[in-house]
């Protein structure tokens, strides 16, 4: 594996955040620490450019859309993830968000969508993106329904991820 990107919404890989208005320094976890910090930055589309000649397949799973944005009062947006959700990390106020299945969210997508395309094609990497679009499991081996923090449902997402 050369790069992993985890945490990061297409949205907010395309509509980076000044680093400088957050603290990091209250997560333990090296590999939290770093994703939430690709996340404000935005660095997916760098890491691609950089790095296209090192990938044989690039890997993309949509279950990060579905926890949405969070627009930041300084500019630029970040997946609201529960470490962005953590007390008194953030210098700036954080605005309204963009919720997944809203059209105003998909409109958000569609434009992040575009830009990932042109990153792709510009290092020639198109064919080498393998979408997993795998449906949020309705159950799990013990019959039991998916936690989810905010209490939806799969079909929450299964149904809106389509479009």
Not at 78 to 101: E, I, L, P, Q, S
Not at 123 to 137: C, F, M, Q, Y
Not at 147 to 160: C, H, K, L, M, V
């Amino acid at each position: 594996m050369a790069h992993y990107v985890a945490r990061q919404s297409l949205i907010s890989a395309y509509r980076p955040a000044a680093k400088k208005h957050f603290n990091f320094n209250f997560i333990s976890s090296s590999f939290q620490r770093r994703m939430l910090v690709g996340d404000v930055e935005s660095s997916l589309p760098k890491l691609l450019v950089e790095h296209a000649d090192d990938y044989d397949i690039i890997v993309w799973d949509m279950m990060v859309e579905r926890l949405g944005v969070r627009k930041v009062s300084t500019g630029g947006m970040v997946t609201r993830n529960v470490d962005h959700a953590a007390a008194g990390h953030t210098a700036v106020k954080m605005g309204g968000f963009y919720d997944f299945g809203t059209d105003a969210h998909f409109t958000q997508w569609v434009w992040a969508f575009d830009r990932f395309m042109e990153t792709l094609d510009q290092v020639g990497a198109r064919e080498k993106l393998v979408v997993n679009a795998t449906s949020w499991a309705s159950v799990d081996i013990y019959g039991m329904l998916p936690y989810d923090p905010e209490g939806r449902s799969p079909e929450w997402f299964n149904d809106p991820i389509q479009r």
